[in-house]
Antibody, heavy 122, light 113 residues
């Protein structure tokens, strides 16, 4: 059973960089050229796709965040990561990692982590 | 960006009755080359991540009860719960994966009347 687990250092101060890692278990991040993504949800609000990466490093980013986002993959650790720079209170959200279905970015998000709340506050 | 608009924003339905949620995309998500609608429906219960119910607009994900069904094509889609159970109380989202950025509807909150 594929499982994804987000982890990160906790609260972030305004203007700093938010860093999260998603650890994949029950399957290899290197298999079948799946795409792995990040999605966020501000408290009480809807879902926003941030970006996705394949095991070979091909990326898609949401243009609204592209200038501040970097997603990377570490196949040796079965992990992929999110960095979001210059954060503000508007970046406070539950951050989810997920895997797209089958071997294409043009797929729905089939498997999700439980999510981790990141608060941006001084 | 493709804007996904759901209606209604909230819905109260009696147990055992039918619930219908609509989703409209600002442009077609039907890819003519394969005749597939790049549209999924998710269910999100409080404190949980979203769970996919329907993909390609009408295909039920494995393990999803058959009281959930999806229909529609092009720009207009519907999620139907044929006979509401208490466990179906949740927020439901539609999502297009036709083009980047993938976008979600604003959500529809389903409650028991």
């Amino acid at each position: 059973q594929l499982q994804l687990q987000e982890s990160g250092p906790g609260p972030v101060k305004p203007s700093e960089t938010l860093s999260l890692t998603c650890t994949v278990s029950g399957g290899s991040i290197n298999s079948n050229n799946y795409y792995w993504g990040w999605i966020r949800q501000p408290p009480g609000k809807g879902l926003e796709w941030i970006g996705s990466i394949s095991n070979s490093g091909s990326t898609y980013y949401n243009p609204s965040l592209k200038s501040r986002v970097t997603i990377s993959v570490d196949t040796s650790k079965n992990q992929f990561s999110l960095k979001l720079t210059s954060v503000t209170a508007a970046d406070t959200a539950v951050y989810y990692c997920a895997r797209h279905a089958i071997s294409s970015w043009y797929q729905y998000l089939q498997h999700w982590g439980q999510g981790t709340l990141v608060t941006v506050s001084s | 960006d493709i804007v996904m608009t759901q209606s209604p924003d909230s819905l109260a339905v009696s147990l055992g009755e039918r619930a219908t949620i609509n989703c409209k995309s600002s442009q077609s998500v039907l890819y003519s080359s394969n005749n597939k609608n790049y549209l999924a429906w998710y269910q999100q219960k409080p404190g949980q991540p979203p769970k996919v119910l329907i993909y390609w607009a009408s295909i039920r994900e494995s393990g999803v009860p058959d009281r959930f069904s999806g229909s529609g094509s092009g720009t207009d889609f519907t999620l139907t719960i044929s006979s509401l159970l208490a466990e179906d109380v949740a927020v439901y989202y539609c999502q297009q994966y036709y083009t980047s950025p993938q976008t979600f509807g604003q959500g529809t909150k389903l409650e028991i009347k």
